[in-house]
């Protein structure tokens, strides 16, 4: 009776700690305003970067990036001066504005420190994009950024509905990437959403042998895909080189049709 009760307590434990494993998805966050930008009166738009567990309202401390920057048409713009200290979700977060002066594909790109996340004894980088298109120009929103670890739209990364199917190719160091993890979540900013259990917290998909993956987004709203992948190099915690996850995150926004 006392065995069984200690493999109980023991299993009710390993339930508990898987429940937590499955919840935990970490995400980095940049995504404007306005997932478009249409008309010269609409030009600033408002930046939220951020580090969190978005379906769950759930924040980090986020430490000021490396780097902000956007990518358009080939060229490279620093916007790290235009960071400026924030919160979400009661924690650590940055904001930036930046005005859309001409038409073009614009790619947003987030660098942050690590992240040193001891419930998995690793460090987590994620390295985050969104791209946003300005007064009726599409081109190029299929071009790698540059960046070391990035999802490529294989699907336009705008104006879709909500019941699309979007695909992205992972590339770390420019290369498709097999095999690889791919954690989807939606950014449930205002909480309005509860899922059924934690097992629906985050949706998983899997990049095959060309490092594509596809996800349909269920309901309208702001959806994020992080590609994990192992860096080929460690960190020091506490004097331990530790492992570094890498995690290539694009964020996307799904649309409900307009009612007349």
């Given at each position: 009776?006392?065995l069984q009760?200690q493999?109980?307590?023991?299993?009710?434990?390993?339930?508990?700690?898987?429940?937590?494993?499955?919840?935990?998805?970490?995400?980095?966050?940049v995504?404007?305003e306005?997932?478009?930008?249409?008309?010269q009166?609409?030009?600033?738009?408002?930046?939220?970067?951020?580090?969190?567990?978005?379906m769950?309202?759930n924040?980090?401390?986020?430490?000021?990036?490396?780097?902000?920057?956007?990518?358009q048409?080939?060229?490279?713009?620093?916007?790290?001066?235009?960071?400026?200290a924030?919160?979400l979700?009661?924690?650590?977060?940055?904001?930036?504005?930046?005005?859309?002066?001409?038409p073009?594909v614009?790619?947003?790109?987030?660098?942050?420190?690590?992240?040193?996340?001891?419930?998995?004894?690793k460090?987590?980088?994620?390295?985050t994009?969104?791209?946003?298109?300005a007064?009726?120009?599409?081109?190029?929103?299929?071009?790698?950024?540059?960046?070391?670890?990035e999802?490529?739209?294989?699907?336009?990364?705008?104006?879709n509905?909500?019941?699309n199917t979007?695909?992205?190719?992972?590339?770390?160091?420019?290369k498709?990437?097999?095999?690889?993890?791919?954690?989807?979540?939606?950014f449930?900013?205002?909480?309005?959403?509860?899922?059924?259990?934690?097992?629906f917290?985050?949706?998983?998909?899997k990049?095959d042998?060309?490092?594509?993956?596809?996800?349909?987004?269920p309901?309208?709203?702001?959806?994020?895909?992080a590609?994990?992948t192992?860096?080929?190099?460690?960190?020091?915690?506490?004097?331990?080189?530790?492992?570094?996850?890498?995690g290539?995150?694009?964020?996307?926004?799904?649309t409900?049709p307009?009612v007349?």
């Amino acid at each position: 009776m006392k065995l069984q009760l200690q493999f109980s307590t023991i299993a009710a434990a390993a339930v508990l700690s898987l429940s937590s494993a499955v919840a935990w998805a970490h995400f980095g966050i940049v995504i404007p305003e306005h997932s478009a930008v249409l008309e010269q009166k609409d030009a600033n738009v408002h930046f939220t970067i951020a580090f969190a567990h978005p379906m769950e309202c759930n924040g980090m401390t986020m430490a000021k990036p490396d780097a902000f920057y956007v990518v358009q048409d080939g060229r490279k713009t620093d916007l790290s001066g235009s960071l400026k200290a924030d919160k979400l979700f009661e924690k650590a977060s940055w904001q930036a504005d930046y005005r859309f002066a001409r038409p073009g594909v614009y790619q947003f790109v987030v660098e942050p420190k690590p992240y040193w996340e001891p419930a998995e004894d690793k460090f987590i980088v994620h390295y985050t994009k969104v791209i946003v298109p300005a007064y009726g120009d599409e081109d190029g929103w299929d071009k790698p950024a540059g960046v070391k670890t990035e999802i490529v739209p294989l699907t336009r990364p705008f104006a879709n509905y909500a019941g699309n199917t979007f695909r992205g190719q992972l590339l770390v160091d420019g290369k498709p990437a097999a095999g690889a993890d791919v954690e989807v979540e939606y950014f449930n900013r205002d909480g309005k959403y509860e899922a059924p259990n934690d097992y629906f917290v985050t949706q998983v998909v899997k990049t095959d042998a060309q490092g594509i993956f596809a996800f349909t987004a269920p309901w309208a709203g702001w959806w994020g895909f992080a590609a994990l992948t192992d860096a080929d190099y460690k960190l020091k915690e506490a004097g331990a080189e530790k492992d570094v996850e890498l995690g290539a995150v694009l964020w996307t926004e799904f649309t409900a049709p307009l009612v007349k």
